[in-house]
């Protein structure tokens, strides 16, 4: 997912977006801890993109505050 991507969403769906991928990395950490996890990398991934989606949603407070 790019950030270009994700500054176009709204504030909901970004919220919305971070539950969504937060509910991923629990399902893909569970199946890792049980060996089925055929590519471990979508673990880091998914990391990634909820530090984006956090970046995003703390700029677009920081935007709204401002003006």
């Known amino acids: 997912m790019k950030?270009?991507?994700?500054?176009?969403?709204s504030v909901e769906q970004l919220n919305q977006k971070l539950?969504?991928?937060s509910a991923n990395l629990f399902n893909f950490r569970f199946t890792a801890k049980t060996?089925?996890?055929?590519?471990?990398?979508?673990?880091?991934?998914a990391r990634k993109?909820?530090?984006r989606v956090k970046t995003i949603l703390t700029e677009k407070s920081k935007t709204t505050k401002a003006g």
């Open 49 to 51: 993109d909820i530090a």
């Open 35 to 45: 060996g089925h996890l055929e590519n471990p990398s979508v673990i880091r991934q």
């Open 3 to 9: 950030a270009s991507e994700l500054k176009e969403l």
């Open 19 to 21: 539950e969504e991928i």
